[in-house]
T-cell receptor, first 113, second 114 residues
């Protein structure tokens, strides 16, 4: 069974641009969560999608958005990039029940210049 | 608001020695508690979780953790460390939304010396 797949693995953008990151969950998983990891702030929850609906949201500005498709694949978009958005973005999937474990992908490393 | 504190940024342990990584949490109700491990360039792997019941939890790779409500702690232990255990370890707490909305500590980097 394939794991959680995140693409691209690395990304370099400049300030003001926008970026879209992709996450393919484990087959059969309906929940996809996104986390941002930085050296300063650590791991922070961005949002969670379940059956194409945002179920939970962290404390990030509106520049950070996401969506989930009918096949459970998810995309995360960051508009008007800032230097501080440089981070490892991790995606995790689960079956969607609140007591199910998360399976994490290897992440997308975003660098904003 | 929930929070997690991992007081040790780095810990160095000799191979074969015992290990204890500290974690303190703040949460109003009974928390869901987790320990994850992250190797360089990789995602997070769940080592163990506490949901309810027995306060001593066994996990993968020979790790265990003990939930102590009176101390708001969930320390991770391993009796004998292997070189392959070198990685970064994260403690996390989940709230009412369960496993998907986790609050993580800043992590403890474990170095294993020969």
């Amino acid at each position: 069974k394939a794991g959680v797949t995140q693409t691209p693995r690395y990304l370099i953008k400049t300030r003001g641009q926008q970026v879209t990151l992709s996450c393919s969950p484990i087959s059969g998983h309906r929940s996809v969560s996104w986390y941002q990891q930085t050296p300063g702030q650590g791991l922070q929850f961005l949002f969670e999608y379940f059956s194409e609906t945002q179920r939970n949201k962290g404390n990030f500005p509106g520049r950070f958005s996401g969506r989930q498709f009918s096949n459970s694949r998810s995309e995360m978009n960051v508009s008007t990039l800032e230097l501080g958005d440089s981070a490892l973005y991790l995606c995790a999937s689960s079956g969607g029940r609140l007591d199910e474990k998360l399976f994490f992908g290897s992440g997308t490393q975003l660098s904003v210049l | 608001a929930q929070s997690v504190t991992q007081p040790d940024i780095h810990i160095t342990v000799s191979e074969g020695a015992s290990l204890e990584l500290r974690c303190n949490y703040s949460y109003g109700a009974t928390p869901y508690l987790f320990w994850y491990v992250q190797s360089p360039g990789q995602g997070l792997q769940l080592l163990l979780k506490y949901f309810s019941g027995d306060t001593l939890v066994q996990g993968i790779k020979g790790f265990e953790a003990e939930f102590k409500r009176s101390q708001s702690s969930f320390n991770l232990r391993k009796p004998s460390v292997h070189w392959s255990d070198a990685a970064e370890y994260f403690c996390a707490v989940g709230g009412n939304s369960g496993y998907s909305t986790l609050t993580f500590g800043k992590g403890t980097m474990l170095l294993v010396s020969p």
